[in-house]
């Protein structure tokens, strides 16, 4: 009983990764660029949701609605007044964009927040679901479902409406996509309010039922990481099972090895991957 | 024969750029490859140069198989090859771009600075030999490209559009450069819309279209193949654009 | 301009006579270990191009080796660098083989995750401190133990270092090797048409400069007699070497120099202005100047400075 309920646990948390990777990825199967700023825009997005919750009151669809919106925001702007400078420079300046964003995120938030680690207060979700004799926490429970339920939507977005097809028709090829009419910088930086922006409503789900601090950005980011390298590089599908998998991993590595073990066992895994299939589970050679 | 590739495919997903395509060059000949946009041609250059694997079939240099090596074991073999898009080191000054390429035979710098400075020579790039490749214009990059494929030594050289988007004096140089490196012993394989060339240099003509190889043998018997005029007329216009660009 | 390297190389050698006393010195040592870690990185995040965001994992392995040796069996610290050196070699390889037959950014990816894998390892493994590190000999025992209470002779050790990192980045930009790198950085497929070995060669740029890097973690340990994951493994440490290079100008000789003697000082007085505490503030700073130099000037200051120095000419001669 013990081990369905790490099982589902680990399910539920890799939902929240493979919605948070799906951006990564995204950004990645566009413009074959990797944002290391990404677990920043997790981080984000937790701080959001408690801002919201303390200035504003309000439940998960209020806070989780504002930090889908305020990182979007912050992907555009992103995109705007940096990435579309440098996405065709040399690679020094593609790399350092984000990994200095990266920093100055981090750090900034350790500068207002304080390293202290830091919880949402009582919100209106709560209580355990009994299923089974599996024991379920609420607020879990319904974090990974919207997690799995956004994803999904996302890779929805992506296959079968129009401005998902323009996306991808820029992701494809730039230059007919311009031909075609369509405007591959508003398509990007579209894509990258959409990465941002799951990665904030990410965070606001994960704050719900763990404690943070502004470190965890780096975490989430070398998570991601490994999802989007287990998923193959630009499929959301593939992130969403890796996701999965890695969340799988964690809780088990956590509850036979110990909890220090288990960001060990997932990098230890990307350094296997890179060796065996560097092109990920799912991906082509 | 000094390169002899044979029913070479190339297919991209489902699409087959290249369908069973047979060359034969012997030594000292220059082959003109031609064919209306989106022919092939660029992609069965890439399968001889070793910058990708073919679908099927096989590539002989000097009678050993080649077909899987790596495009730089094909750049040692003596097969150097020129982009159609050019792509120089942009940073790097012109005769240090031609240095690289020495490089290959060469592995102290004084030595293959005399190669590459007698290159950029014969070339006609001694002026711009301290500028940076990037303040080069397009008919400037496409020389360079010669002159750093040349500093490798090669035996066979596949020129892609080499002498496209050259002014009428410039395509007379450009053409008179082709002479001259062919004097030197080295075979040419060059792909040209421009029929001018074509017609001066090469001595046999391969003509590519969707992929297929629809007709070979002299540059005057290939331009009257009823197959050819066919192929180009119907994307006759497109051509006619693109040269005027 | 010809005077310029024995000028440099003047000056080097007596600053600890014009600025004397611990405080300079010990800004000389910290700029010196900042030049050799940063010219170290130079070699392959600059020359060729392949961006390393997790040097500290070179570094971390020089670091700990040397402690590791006198921990375990009371060797000497200096008998730990030839250790440190093959270790970080072995690394190299291990991330490098696969890494490079791949994209640009995946090496990146890789780099930073392995230098977590191995920080997050090393806090949890007893053998080398955990979480707590190693330290070093108190008192020397003698002088090959390399204990000094002044800064001096370590002022001395490290700029020999660094004179032998700096011969040795101006002979591979003059040799073949360094011209292979240059083309790589330019274009793989172009440098691979020309019998570029693409791959080989990235992988021997990374190894020269994992083991001067790891020469780098060497010099720091057993300096200051400490080591823990944090200052050896963390990514700090990695952030520093990539700005100091840039900052200079990444793929130039004398950038990683340029680098440090911008950021050294100015990584002190941060310090004494926000004091311990709040060295978070270093770090915004950090990011900021990252984030500026790759929008604006991702060549550095020796960019900036060709574009400038032309101009102020052309200013000084119309005066
Ligand atoms: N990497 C690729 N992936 C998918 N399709 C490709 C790729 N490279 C080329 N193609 C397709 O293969 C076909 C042949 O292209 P190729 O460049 O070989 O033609 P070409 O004869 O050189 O044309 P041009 O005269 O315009 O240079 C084209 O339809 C092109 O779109
Ligand atoms: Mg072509």
Same mark, same amino acid.
């Given at each position: 009983?013990?081990?369905?309920?790490?099982?589902?646990?680990?399910?539920?948390?890799?939902?929240?990764?493979?919605?948070?990777?799906?951006?990564?990825?995204?950004?990645?199967?566009?413009?074959?660029?990797?944002?290391?700023?990404?677990?920043?825009?997790?981080?984000?997005?937790?701080?959001?949701?408690?801002?919201?919750?303390?200035?504003?009151?309000?439940?998960?669809?209020?806070?989780?609605?504002?930090?889908?919106?305020?990182?979007?925001?912050?992907?555009?702007?992103? *995109?705007?007044?940096?990435?579309?400078?440098?996405?065709?420079?040399?690679?020094?300046?593609?790399?350092?964009?984000?990994?200095?964003?990266?920093?100055?995120?981090? *750090?900034?938030?350790?500068?207002?927040?304080?390293?202290?680690?830091?919880?949402?207060?009582?919100?209106?979700?709560?209580?355990?679901?009994?299923?089974?004799?599996?024991?379920?926490?609420?607020?879990?429970?319904?974090?990974?479902?919207?997690?799995?339920?956004?994803?999904?939507?996302?890779?929805?977005?992506?296959?079968?409406?129009?401005? /998902?097809?323009?996306?991808?028709?820029?992701?494809?090829?730039?230059?007919?996509?311009?031909?075609?009419?369509?405007?591959?910088?508003?398509?990007?930086?579209?894509?990258?309010?959409?990465?941002?922006?799951?990665? +904030?409503?990410?965070?606001?789900?994960?704050?719900?039922?763990?404690?943070?601090?502004?470190?965890?950005? &780096?975490?989430?980011?070398?998570?991601?990481?490994?999802?989007?390298?287990?998923?193959?590089?630009?499929?959301?599908? /593939?992130?969403?099972? %890796?996701?999965?998998?890695?969340?799988?991993?964690? %809780?088990?590595?956590?509850?036979?090895?110990?909890?220090?073990?288990? $960001?060990?066992?997932?990098?230890?895994?990307?350094?296997?991957?890179?060796?065996?299939?560097?092109?990920?589970?799912?991906?082509?050679? | 024969?000094?390169?002899?590739?044979?029913?070479?495919?190339?297919?991209?997903?489902?699409?087959?750029?290249?369908?069973?395509?047979?060359?034969?060059?012997? &030594?000292?000949?220059?082959?003109?490859?031609?064919?209306?946009?989106?022919?092939?041609?660029?992609?069965?250059?890439?399968?001889?140069?070793?910058?990708?694997?073919?679908?099927?079939?096989?590539?002989?240099?000097?009678?050993?198989?080649?077909?899987?090596?790596?495009?730089?074991?094909?750049?040692?073999?003596?097969?150097?090859?020129?982009?159609?898009?050019?792509?120089?080191?942009?940073?790097?000054?012109?005769?240090?771009? !031609?240095?690289?390429?020495?490089?290959?035979?060469?592995?102290?710098?004084?030595?293959?600075?005399?190669?590459?400075?007698?290159?950029?020579?014969?070339? +006609?790039?001694?002026?711009?030999?301290?500028?940076?490749?990037?303040?080069?214009?397009?008919?400037?990059?496409?020389?360079?490209?010669?002159?750093?494929?040349?500093?490798?030594?090669?035996?066979?050289?596949?020129? $892609?559009?080499?002498?496209?988007?050259?002014?009428?004096?410039?395509?007379?140089?450009?053409?008179?450069?082709?002479?001259?490196?062919?004097?030197?012993?080295?075979?040419?394989?060059?792909?040209?819309?421009?029929?001018?060339?074509?017609?001066?240099?090469?001595?046999?003509?391969?003509?590519?279209?969707?992929?297929?190889?629809?007709?070979?043998? =002299?540059?005057?018997?290939?331009?009257?193949?009823?197959?050819?005029?066919?192929?180009?007329?119907?994307?006759?216009?497109?051509?006619?654009?693109?040269?005027?660009? | 301009?010809?005077?310029?390297?024995?000028?440099?190389?003047?000056?080097?050698?007596? *600053?600890?006579?014009?600025?004397?006393?611990?405080?300079?010195?010990?800004?000389?040592?910290?700029?010196?270990?900042?030049?050799?870690?940063?010219?170290?990185?130079?070699?392959?995040?600059?020359?060729?191009?392949?961006?390393?965001?997790?040097?500290?994992?070179?570094?971390?392995?020089?670091?700990?080796?040397?402690?590791?040796?006198?921990?375990?069996?009371?060797?000497?610290? @200096?008998?730990? @660098?030839?250790?440190?050196?093959?270790?970080?070699?072995?690394?190299?390889?291990?991330?490098?083989?696969?890494?490079?037959?791949?994209?640009?950014?995946?090496?990146?990816?890789?780099?930073?995750?392995?230098?977590?894998?191995?920080?997050?390892?090393?806090?949890?493994?007893?053998?080398?401190?955990?979480?707590?590190?190693?330290? /070093?000999?108190?008192?020397?025992?003698?002088?090959?133990?390399?204990?000094?209470?002044?800064?001096?002779? #370590?002022? #001395?050790?490290?700029?020999? !270092?660094? %004179?032998?990192?700096?011969?040795?980045?101006?002979? @591979? &930009?003059?040799?073949?090797?360094? #011209?292979?790198?240059?083309?790589?950085?330019?274009?793989?497929?172009?440098?691979?048409?020309?019998?570029?070995?693409?791959?080989?060669?990235?992988? =021997?740029?990374?190894?020269?400069?994992?083991?001067?890097?790891?020469?780098?973690?060497?010099?720091?340990?057993?300096?200051?007699?400490?080591?823990?994951? &944090?200052?050896?493994?963390?990514?700090?440490?990695?952030?520093?070497?990539?700005?100091?290079?840039?900052?200079? +100008?990444?793929?130039?000789?004398?950038?990683?120099?340029?680098?440090?003697?911008?950021?050294?000082?100015?990584?002190?007085?941060?310090?004494?202005?926000?004091?311990?505490?709040?060295?978070?503030?270093?770090?915004?700073?950090?990011?900021?100047?990252? !984030?500026?130099?790759?929008?604006?000037?991702?060549?550095?200051?020796?960019?900036?400075?060709?574009? !400038?120095?032309?101009?102020?000419?052309?200013?000084?001669?119309?005066?």
């Amino acid at each position: 009983m013990l081990l369905a309920q790490v099982i589902v646990g680990g399910l539920l948390l890799g939902a929240i990764y493979a919605l948070f990777s799906s951006g990564l990825t995204l950004i990645w199967g566009m413009m074959n660029f990797i944002n290391f700023a990404h677990g920043e825009f997790v981080m984000l997005g937790m701080y959001v949701a408690l801002l919201v919750v303390v200035w504003l009151g309000g439940g998960p669809a209020t806070f989780g609605f504002a930090a889908a919106f305020a990182l979007f925001v912050l992907g555009v702007i992103v *995109y705007a007044s940096l990435i579309r400078h440098v996405m065709r420079g040399p690679m020094l300046a593609q790399i350092l964009s984000t990994f200095g964003l990266a920093l100055l995120l981090r *750090y900034t938030a350790f500068w207002i927040f304080s390293a202290n680690f830091v919880s949402l207060p009582q919100v209106s979700l709560s209580g355990t679901l009994n299923v089974g004799g599996i024991l379920m926490p609420v607020p879990q429970l319904v974090a990974g479902v919207a997690a799995i339920a956004l994803t999904l939507g996302l890779h929805l977005l992506l296959t079968r409406t129009t401005v /998902g097809s323009q996306l991808l028709a820029v992701a494809e090829d730039r230059n007919a996509a311009m031909l075609m009419g369509i405007r591959p910088d508003r398509m990007q930086a579209l894509a990258w309010g959409l990465a941002a922006g799951s990665a +904030g409503i990410a965070g606001a789900l994960m704050a719900v039922s763990y404690p943070w601090s502004p470190s965890v950005g &780096e975490t989430f980011g070398l998570t991601a990481f490994v999802v989007v390298t287990l998923g193959g590089f630009g499929s959301v599908p /593939g992130a969403m099972y %890796a996701g999965l998998i890695i969340g799988l991993i964690q %809780a088990l590595s956590a509850y036979w090895l110990g909890p220090i073990y288990k $960001d060990i066992v997932v990098y230890a895994l990307f350094a296997a991957l890179l060796w065996l299939r560097p092109q990920g589970l799912m991906g082509k050679a | 024969m000094l390169l002899s590739a044979q029913n070479i495919s190339k297919a991209f997903g489902s699409f087959l750029a290249v369908r069973g395509a047979d060359l034969a060059v012997a &030594e000292g000949e220059i082959i003109g490859l031609i064919g209306p946009n989106g022919a092939g041609k660029s992609t069965f250059f890439n399968c001889l140069a070793g910058d990708t694997v073919p679908t099927t079939g096989r590539v002989l240099f000097d009678g050993i198989d080649v077909t899987r090596a790596s495009a730089e074991a094909h750049a040692r073999a003596g097969i150097g090859r020129t982009f159609q898009v050019p792509a120089t080191f942009e940073d790097m000054t012109v005769l240090e771009n !031609v240095m690289v390429g020495a490089f290959l035979r060469h592995h102290h710098r004084g030595a293959a600075r005399e190669t590459a400075l007698r290159i950029v020579e014969m070339t +006609g790039l001694t002026r711009q030999s301290a500028q940076r490749a990037r303040s080069l214009g397009t008919p400037g990059r496409k020389r360079l490209e010669i002159a750093r494929v040349l500093a490798t030594g090669p035996r066979l050289m596949l020129l $892609d559009e080499a002498l496209a988007g050259l002014t009428p004096t410039e395509l007379q140089q450009a053409i008179a450069l082709v002479r001259r490196i062919h004097e030197l012993g080295i075979t040419l394989v060059i792909v040209e819309h421009i029929m001018e060339v074509i017609m001066t240099l090469a001595q046999r003509v391969l003509v590519f279209n969707q992929g297929h190889v629809i007709a070979h043998g =002299k540059p005057r018997e290939v331009v009257a193949n009823e197959a050819v005029i066919e192929a180009y007329l119907g994307r006759g216009h497109r051509r006619r654009r693109r040269e005027a660009s | 301009m010809k005077w310029s390297l024995p000028a440099l190389a003047a000056l080097l050698l007596f *600053y600890p006579f014009i600025l004397t006393g611990p405080f300079y010195w010990d800004i000389g040592v910290a700029f010196l270990l900042a030049a050799i870690s940063a010219s170290a990185w130079n070699i392959v995040g600059g020359y060729a191009g392949q961006v390393s965001v997790g040097h500290s994992m070179f570094f971390g392995v020089g670091a700990y080796t040397p402690l590791l040796f006198y921990h375990l069996w009371g060797l000497p610290p @200096v008998a730990g @660098v030839p250790a440190g050196m093959l270790v970080s070699l072995a690394l190299a390889v291990a991330i490098g083989m696969p890494t490079f037959r791949l994209q640009g950014h995946y090496f990146s990816m890789a780099t930073i995750a392995v230098a977590e894998l191995i920080r997050i390892f090393v806090g949890t493994w007893d053998l080398v401190g955990a979480a707590i590190g190693l330290q /070093g000999p108190a008192v020397g025992r003698a002088w090959w133990d390399l204990t000094f209470r002044s800064e001096l002779p #370590y002022y #001395y050790i490290f700029l020999a !270092v660094l %004179a032998v990192v700096l011969y040795t980045t101006f002979e @591979v &930009e003059r040799s073949r090797f360094g #011209y292979y790198l240059r083309a790589i950085k330019a274009g793989e497929r172009a440098a691979r048409s020309l019998g570029v070995p693409v791959r080989a060669t990235k992988l =021997k740029a990374l190894m020269l400069s994992a083991v001067f890097t790891s020469v780098a973690g060497s010099l720091y340990s057993i300096k200051t007699g400490f080591i823990d994951p &944090e200052s050896g493994f963390g990514i700090l440490v990695s952030v520093q070497m990539v700005i100091v290079a840039a900052l200079g +100008g990444a793929a130039t000789l004398f950038g990683p120099l340029i680098g440090a003697l911008l950021l050294v000082p100015l990584q002190t007085a941060t310090n004494t202005w926000f004091g311990g505490g709040g060295s978070g503030l270093t770090y915004i700073l950090y990011g900021g100047i990252i !984030v500026l130099l790759a929008r604006f000037e991702p060549g550095g200051m020796h960019e900036w400075w060709q574009h !400038v120095a032309p101009r102020l000419m052309r200013r000084s001669h119309a005066a």
